[in-house]
């Protein structure tokens, strides 16, 4: 891809702020070889969703939350975590999650380019650009498709949710407790949602300290 095509392409995401682009439709099999590494795109019942370039703050929180996570699972051999430019194929959707969690004994669906079918996990950000995705689209995508446990952190509100997914197959949200949100999936990982807000972010070894993982 060239410079000039590249910043095209940056404008479009810019514009559109995370809405399909009007122009751009095709088949799955088309999304995934018209699909580069210089720009984030999703896939949705045929329509592509150019992604707008995320915050320095959206990126420092994803990183701090990437190895909080990872530090966690990586203690006791769990699985493997994944970050911002993982993509998960779910049925009609392909979804750019902000980090996601595979359990060891599912590895197999980790491809070389993409996750092929539900993570345990999935933790999204949001953005302004992504509220009605994540908070709705995002929501039924991912408790229709069968991801176990799904985190929704919305630094502008400080509010994070939290849902498991019942025998029902729905979503029932994970109740906050003494400042303590306990993941279902990850026995003994919790998050404080006051770490989120702060600034700087807590270090990163204090907080697996005090969830066991050092």
């Known amino acids: 891809m060239t410079q000039a095509e590249l910043e095209v392409r940056w404008e479009q995401a810019e514009k559109l702020a995370g809405r399909p682009a009007p122009d751009l439709r095709m088949t799955e099999a088309q999304f ?6 210089d720009i984030r795109a999703e896939w949705v019942n045929g329509k592509v969703i150019i ?3 995320a915050s320095s703050e959206h990126i420092s929180l994803n990183g701090w939350l990437w190895h909080v996570v990872d530090g966690f699972v990586e203690h006791d051999d769990l699985g493997q975590v994944l970050a911002i430019e993982s993509q998960i194929r779910l049925p009609k959707v392909r979804r750019n999650p902000d980090l996601l969690f595979v359990a060891k004994s599912r590895s197999r669906i980790v491809k070389a380019t993409y996750v092929d079918g539900p993570p345990d996990l999935i933790m999204e950000i949001v953005s302004p650009d992504s509220e009605s995705r994540d908070w709705r689209e995002k929501y039924s995508n991912y408790e229709s498709g069968g991801v176990r446990e799904y985190w929704i952190i919305d ?3 400080k509010h994070v949710e939290a849902y498991s997914l019942g025998r029902d197959k729905r979503y ?3 109740e906050e407790n003494d400042d303590q949100i306990f993941s279902k999936v990850l026995r003994g990982f919790y998050l404080r949602p006051q ?14 300290k005090e969830l066991g993982a050092r």
Request: avoid cysteine; charge should be positive; aromatic fraction near 10%.
């Open 155 to 157: 630094p502008s509100s």
């Open 32 to 37: 995934e070889k018209w699909l580069d590494e």
């Open 195 to 208: 770490w989120l807000w702060k600034s700087p972010l807590p270090k990163v070894a204090v907080v697996l």
């Open 172 to 174: 029932k949200q994970i």
């Open 51 to 53: 992604m707008a370039p």
